[in-house]
């Protein structure tokens, strides 16, 4: 049997990418799960062990950003002694990419061409604003469209109340309350999984990902842990899986990630406040702090309520991380040009 790869998310981006050595050994294919030197990748006629071709170990040692990640499409290669290869990685659409914890400055990448990115937050225990903002930012980042889902709605009396509460951290984010057990919200998750579309969650561990993943591919593919007592879940997910939905397109679980660090790599953190980034346009001067200037825009609106600090706050704690960041980076980028300059 043959799959067709345009359920996968294969189109004319990645085909015109594709130029293949041969054209009788070697196929498109997307990666499933990554690990150590092997992937699992879902080609043409189905799913399939791969290790990495030395071009790609390669192309990969300076950066292992390159290395392939869930999500990717790849050239593999079927050798005469039934070994596949993956020979390379064809360039990302949209990528899901953290700081690492040990504040390299590169960063790993946990996901790549998903077309949603869904920051999942469980109404129970009760939904936590700042780590909301902070994964917005990080979904912002990645170049695909941001969803905010509240999972477990069922818990709360009135998740409709809550989704209104949680619809102003991200100004223009859809926000959707979902339940398993009650079935609700499931069509727009539905939707997001059509064929040829990706989706990508995003979320603490204990959001409920693993039960979302497995409710859109009809089974249980990915394991879901009994949850302790006072709401906080175990680490179930260990890996990033991408898993195609039946008659649909396909779903992409990362583990459930704590504290992840964002990288000062595009507007996310703009984009998921806006509201303040449009005020701070109308501050009096351009470079204001927003602390003792005269006409400063956004006190104003702190000052008249339409601002809460809470949210000042966690936007200023993200601006100062990035910014360590990112002067870490330079630093870093200055003492390497240095080592390369014969002195
Ligand atoms: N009441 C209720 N419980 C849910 C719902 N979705 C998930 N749960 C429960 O929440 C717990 C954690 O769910 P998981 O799907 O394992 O969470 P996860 O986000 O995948 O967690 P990690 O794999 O650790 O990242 C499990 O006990 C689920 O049964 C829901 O819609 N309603
Ligand atoms: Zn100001």
Not at 84 to 108: C, F, N
Not at 118 to 131: N, Q
Not at 173 to 181: D, E, K, N, R
Not at 258 to 277: C, E, H, K, P, Q
Request: some cysteine.
């Amino acid at each position: 049997m043959t799959h067709d790869l345009s359920r996968l998310g294969w189109d004319e981006f990645f085909a015109s990418a594709y130029r293949p050595r041969s054209r009788t050994d070697t196929a498109a294919a997307r990666v499933l799960r990554a690990d150590r030197g092997v992937c699992t990748v879902f080609g043409a006629s189905g799913t399939l062990r791969a290790t990495l071709a030395g071009g790609v170990l390669l192309d990969s040692s300076g950066d292992p950003a390159r290395l392939p990640c869930a999500g990717d499409w790849v050239v593999i290669r079927h050798w005469p002694d039934r070994r596949v290869t993956v020979e390379s990685v064809l360039p990302r659409r949209t990528t899901l990419i953290r700081r690492t914890a040990d504040k390299d400055s590169s960063g790993q990448v946990l996901a790549a061409n998903m077309d949603t990115v869904a920051v999942v937050e469980p109404m129970h225990p009760a939904p936590d604003d700042a780590r909301v903002e902070r994964l917005l930012s990080l979904a912002f980042d990645s170049g695909a469209a941001p969803l905010l889902v509240l999972s477990k709605s069922d818990t709360c009396a009135d998740p409709e109340a809550i989704a209104g509460q949680f619809a102003g951290l991200a100004p223009g984010v859809p926000v959707l309350p979902v339940s398993v057990p009650a079935g609700t919200g499931l069509a727009g998750l539905r939707e997001r999984v059509a064929p040829g579309r990706t989706l990508a969650l995003l979320g603490r561990s204990g959001a409920g990902k693993s039960t979302l993943v497995n409710m859109l591919a009809g089974g249980d593919v990915m394991p879901v842990r009994q949850i302790r007592a006072d709401g906080k879940g175990r680490h179930t997910t260990a890996y990033r899986n991408l898993v195609p939905v039946p008659g649909g397109g396909a779903v992409l679980d990362t583990p459930g990630i704590r504290g992840v660090g964002l990288l000062d790599t595009g507007s996310g953190l703009d984009r998921t406040f806006a509201d303040i980034a449009d005020l701070a346009a109308l501050c009096r001067f351009a470079d204001c702090r927003h602390g003792a200037e005269p006409g400063c825009a956004v006190r104003a609106a702190v000052h008249d309520g339409s601002l809460s600090v809470r949210r000042l706050e966690s936007w200023r704690k993200l601006q100062h991380e990035v910014a360590v960041q990112s002067s870490r980076q330079a630093v870093r980028l200055r003492s390497a040009d240095r080592r390369q300059r014969p002195s």
